[in-house]
């Protein structure tokens, strides 16, 4: 279970995140959406400590953290809890898929090495990448390179994977691809948090579907609920405008 309480954050004078109170059970899909510069990724990169909150607590499985005492020894726990998966691949240029997806395990982990790559290996073949093993990201595609980043975090075997955007840096060819291997994840019962302007991925596949304003939840619901009777007028304007450019 994740469990997020007040939990905010200024830049400065500026709040982005407004005392976001938010639970998400073991296995459960939920995916964010909302205006872009609302918060949203920001609320994903501070429950992974990729940003410092600026206050609240944090819970994920077993761990409770305190934002405004958060040690080192509790950041790097939360983080071994959860896995992120970014917009831009952030994969390491100088190393092969098998061994982005190994890293981790190695590092992290402190598994030996022949046991992270044999793990990586079966990865990779869950991904439909075995033949790539070998590769470096510049000889892949940018949705080869994605799939790659879903297989590092699965290889975290992390309590939750965190989705920034997965699609938005991929040309609209290998969009699918991406979205394929994120509904087999769903289809296991991953439990995924997931910032996406793909709506309809957002209401083929999430348990629940999440409208961030300003910083703030404004409405959530199962996914028909929020796009065939959303109750806030700040949900109905966002959904009629992003649904009418997805059209064009």
């Known amino acids: 279970m994740i469990k997020l309480t007040s939990l905010s954050k ?44 600026t206050a609240g607590t944090l819970t994920v499985g077993d761990l409770t953290v305190d934002a405004t005492r958060a040690s080192r020894a509790e950041i790097l726990a939360m ?25 981790r395990l190695l590092v992290v ?7 992270a790559h044999r793990r990586a290996g079966e990865i990779l073949a869950q991904i439909g990448l075995t033949d790539k093993a070998d590769a470096y990201p510049a ?31 991929l040309d609209p060819e290998w969009v ?21 302007h793909e709506m309809s991925f957002a209401r083929d596949v999430a348990d629940r579907v999440i409208f961030i304003d300003g910083g703030r939840i404004v409405e959530q619901g199962p996914p028909g609920e929020i796009f065939s009777h959303p ?10 405008k992003i649904l009418a450019s997805n059209a064009v």
Request: proline content about 4%; charged content about 25%; overall charge positive.
């Open 139 to 169: 000889s892949m595609s940018g949705g080869q390179q994605q799939r790659v980043g879903i297989g590092r975090a699965m290889a975290a075997g992390a309590e939750v994977i965190l989705f920034d955007e997965p699609t938005s840096s």
């Open 79 to 103: 983080r071994r809890r959860t896995a992120f998966v970014f917009q831009n691949y952030a994969l390491f240029t100088n190393k092969t898929a098998l061994q982005n997806i190994a890293e």
């Open 176 to 196: 699918e691809e991406v979205l394929g291997l994120m509904k087999q994840l769903a289809a296991e019962r991953q439990t995924m948090l997931v910032v996406t």
């Open 231 to 240: 109750r806030d007028p700040r949900t109905r304007d966002f959904l009629k």
């Open 10 to 53: 200024h830049f400065g004078d500026t709040v982005v995140l407004d005392r976001i109170d938010l639970t998400i059970e073991k296995g459960e899909i939920v995916v964010i959406i909302g205006p872009s510069g609302t918060g949203k990724s920001t609320l994903l990169r501070c429950i992974n400590f990729l940003e410092q909150p």
């Open 109 to 115: 982990d402190r598994w030996p090495k022949d046991k």
